[in-house]
């Protein structure tokens, strides 16, 4: 079944080891999460928006999962890595240099 998301301007990828999909928007600021599961494909969640805030991005790009299914967001124009906590979504941190 295909699976239909709207993107302005998407620029990072990562595919979860569930095989969910999670796409950066750069122009809208938003984190967009694919559920992948026959039994329930589709948009899962949305995240972000603008701002400097936990959770909020100015331009994410680069994403990845960790071994804890975790999501690393490079935030780009905030010049920082948030991390949403998986199972607690959308809860963030910010990654420090300390």
Not at 7 to 17: D, K, N, R
Request: hydrophobic residues 40%.
């Amino acid at each position: 079944m295909p699976v239909h998301v709207t993107f302005s301007y998407p620029l990072g990828v990562a595919v979860s080891g569930t095989g969910d999909i999670v796409v950066s928007d750069w122009k809208t600021n938003r984190i967009e999460w694919v559920n992948q599961s026959a039994a329930d494909a589709g948009p899962k969640m949305s995240i972000g928006g603008s701002g400097r805030q936990a959770g909020q991005f100015d331009a994410p790009s680069a994403l990845a999962f960790d071994d804890k299914d975790n999501i690393l967001v490079c935030d780009y124009g905030n010049q920082r890595v948030q991390v949403c906590i998986s199972g607690n979504f959308p809860v963030f941190a910010e990654m420090t240099d300390g």
